[in-house]
């Protein structure tokens, strides 16, 4: 007899998914939810909730079909640069503005993998504060400071 076997890996993305739409569910149950023709606050995080559940438990079966990989070892450096990345940005922006924000996330979030060169950082954070100042400010015409106070501007 042949026994079931599932993807570990899987399995606890399926886990995570279900309990993350569980939470938000129980959260939009405090709002008044409305019908799908006169929706209330509540109406469209909880629907959002109930697929990220159904996809939870989709993944969750599909787990069983497909023998995977283990899981492996936390990648700690990534860990350590990209969580830090965006709340630096949120530091910094308001008193730095947004370009050298941008720049020194990107910059901080570049190391996360080993195989990257200080200059080769620089450069990506140049190129990505570049796109994202053409196309935030001057595509999207989005009213924001470049440089701010803590620089004299």
Not at 51 to 69: C, D, N, P, T, Y
Request: glycine share 10%.
């Amino acid at each position: 007899m042949n026994s079931l076997k599932f993807d570990s890996t899987n399995v606890i993305c399926g886990l995570l998914f279900v309990l993350a739409g569980l939470f938000f569910a129980y959260q939009s149950m405090e709002l008044a939810l409305g019908t799908a023709f006169r929706m209330g606050p509540g109406y469209f995080p909880f629907i959002l909730a109930c697929a990220l559940m159904v996809f939870g438990a989709i993944i969750i079966v599909q787990s069983a079909r497909v023998k995977g990989e283990p899981i492996g070892a936390l990648a700690f450096r990534g860990m350590a640069f990209i969580l830090p990345a965006p709340i630096i940005f949120g530091l910094t922006v308001q008193g730095l503005g947004f370009v050298p924000a941008l720049f020194i996330s990107a910059l901080v979030a570049s190391f996360a993998s080993h195989k990257m060169k200080p200059v080769t950082a620089v450069i990506l954070s140049v190129l990505l504060t570049i796109f994202s100042v053409l196309v935030f400010s001057y595509g999207l015409g989005l009213p924001f400071q470049r440089f701010g106070q803590w620089l004299g501007y």
